[in-house]
């Protein structure tokens, strides 16, 4: 097959370095242009990651993939759009607005940042749990008059919350969620959280966290009609925390269900799942979406962050909540730097460019 031409927008930060690592030597798209800020523009790739004392700061683990080193880094009015079939960005969301309608206006956008998320036609997309509200983005080309359309993920803190609830939504009817996070240190960005903060420390508070966590849940998990998202019917409370973890979020979930629920229909609940979910079989897809542990002392981010290569969810902790006529309360760990970004991005262009988005 001819590969898809991609082009990776904020190539130099943390997430854009996900999304080369996530790209490396993939079946069906292939990293042709890439673009950062003008501070990078012209440098060769290995040059524009260098720090102030010169030294190439790689940030994501592993060796840097051979065919990005000698890219040329592009300003993003030099990429040649009429090269590309898709761009993902990488780009912060202050600037992500700009750049991504200015792209989405000849080309699909599948993005990392919230700068799209809230707009009413425009779909925040978990591969595998929400694939039909996709048809709202022909909707969304029609009303821009664009030749593409942006589809961004949600905040990496909804996304283990939302594929845990999906199933039980679907046959249980969950209408009430209280959930705390236990967010890693990566999940702040380079600059987002201080050692002297972290180090022998829990921070209690993730500025606007709780909010997105709150309304991308029920949009996620909504029905599409007529042509708008209809939410969720579900009342969703969070806290959200950091805490001294590299890599991976953790959370402890309480749900309220409207039909009678315990750990065994649980796990019956997600295995089914694992067999039926849409995006068995792509590329970057985990052989198990979910795994369902029932020792007690699991999941743990050390221990769950390889598994599937960060792209699976562990649920584990589950038991009946005596809070509730009917309901559960589990852990789940969700990898923020896989499945919640750039590789779970990567996923959703698989899904769209199976289903003839892309």
């Known amino acids: 097959m001819v590969k898809k031409r991609v082009a990776i927008i904020g190539v130099t930060g943390a997430v854009g370095q996900e999304f080369v690592q996530s790209l490396n030597n993939h079946p069906w798209f292939e990293v042709t242009q890439i673009a950062a800020s003008e501070r990078s523009a012209g440098k060769k790739y290995l040059d524009a990651i260098k720090d102030a004392s010169g030294i190439v700061a790689w940030d994501v683990g592993g060796e840097i993939p051979e065919y990005i080193k000698e890219m040329t880094v592009k300003s993003i009015d030099e990429l040649d759009v009429s090269q590309l079939d898709l761009v993902f960005s990488a780009v912060e969301s202050e600037a992500a607005k700009d750049i991504e309608t200015k792209m989405a206006a000849d080309l699909p956008v599948i993005s990392t940042s919230s700068a799209y ?65 236990m967010q890693a240190i990566s999940g702040g960005g380079k600059s987002g959280v201080s050692a002297m903060g972290i180090t022998d420390n829990i921070l209690p508070y993730i500025p606007k966290e709780e909010g997105k966590v709150r309304q991308e849940t029920r949009k996620i998990l909504g029905k599409l009609k007529d042509g708008k998202i209809e939410d969720a019917d579900i009342r969703v409370s969070c806290t959200c925390t950091r805490v001294p973890v590299i890599d991976g979020h953790t959370e402890s979930v309480f749900v309220e269900t409207t039909k009678e629920i315990d750990p065994a229909k649980a796990k019956e609940t997600y295995n089914q799942c694992n067999k039926d979910i849409s995006v068995l079989g792509l590329p970057s897809a985990p052989k198990d979406y979910y795994v369902f542990h029932e020792d007690p002392t699991r999941p743990q981010p050390r221990m769950e962050r390889t598994v599937g290569d960060g ?16 309901g559960l309360k589990y852990m789940l760990f969700s990898h923020n730097k896989k499945m919640g970004s750039a590789k779970g991005a990567v996923l959703l262009a698989e899904m769209l460019y199976k289903k003839g988005k892309i």
């Open 117 to 181: 998320r809230y707009e009413d036609d425009v779909p925040i997309l978990i591969p595998g749990i929400n694939d039909e509200q996709t048809e709202l983005l022909d909707i969304q080309k029609k009303n821009r008059n664009w030749k593409g359309w942006v589809a961004p993920l949600p905040n990496c803190t909804t996304t283990g919350l939302a594929i845990t609830l999906k199933p039980l939504l679907e046959k249980y009817g969950a209408k009430k969620v209280m959930m705390t996070s």
């Open 311 to 326: 792209m699976t969810t562990t649920i584990g902790r589950v038991e009946k909540e005596e809070l509730f006529d009917n």
